[in-house]
């Protein structure tokens, strides 16, 4: 039976597109049932009105604080009974209340190779440190912030000279790839959170998750 999806954007919605285009594809094992924006002028609602996937939008000031903004959300999200909730540029903080009810079928991708750069300008924070590798990935959602199980990581090299704009445009290829591969691991029943740890094929990952290496591809 194919999974319901559900995907919560804030801005330009590339990773949404990637999905999308994943699914018309048949490389995702799932249907996204809706796309939800706190931003009413998101481009991702655009991609989703094409694809003719239901676009949502809530303004977080038309309630009086972020628990009563959870909580329409959450009431909104379950009128689609997702099997999974993915979170694609989504630049809110959700509550601890909204995380649990979704804890397990939660995703994530993040600009780093996580544990490092949790948070906001992490490509910045990769040229400031004067690193050589650079990276995104796909986590589980827990209610630490980028605190989640990892799945999957990809590295992108670091040239001198480059610009945040490099970066992320080199980043966002990587993403691309891999944040279907992982929705399609969990619509497939392949992928699991136990026990605070991601699990593939009844196996636990290592802490930092598995590594795609193919990012000399995209260079």
């Known amino acids: 039976m194919m999974k319901k ?20 594809e048949g490389h995702i094992n799932g249907k996204i049932s809706a796309v939800f924006s706190n931003k009413e002028f998101a481009y991702g609602l655009e991609r989703a009105r094409k694809a003719n996937i239901p676009a949502h939008w809530l303004d977080a000031k038309h309630y009086s604080d972020p628990a009563k903004f959870d909580l329409a959300l959450q009431q909104a999200i379950d009128h689609y009974q997702p099997d999974l909730l993915v979170l694609a540029g989504y630049m809110r903080i959700l509550g601890s209340v909204f995380v649990q009810h ?34 995104t990935s796909v986590h ?3 209610e630490e912030l980028d605190g989640g199980p990892i799945i999957l990581q990809a590295k992108v090299p670091v040239f001198k000279g480059d610009s945040e704009t490099d970066l992320i445009q080199r ?6 790839n891999i944040y279907p591969r992982v929705v399609n691991w969990f619509t497939q029943g392949c992928l699991v959170m136990l026990d605070n740890a991601a699990w593939l094929d009844a196996k636990p990952l290592p802490l930092q998750g598995l590594l795609d290496n193919h990012y000399t591809h995209s260079l």
């Open 140 to 142: 589980f959602v827990t």
């Open 102 to 135: 979704y804890i397990g079928r939660l995703l994530n991708i993040h600009p780093s190779l996580l544990p490092k750069y949790k948070g906001l300008h992490t490509h910045r924070q990769v040229l400031e440190s004067g690193d050589k590798e650079h990276g």
């Open 5 to 24: 999806i559900v995907v919560l954007i804030s801005g330009q919605g590339s990773n949404l597109q990637a999905l999308i285009d994943a699914q018309q």
């Open 171 to 176: 980043v966002q290829v990587q993403e691309h």
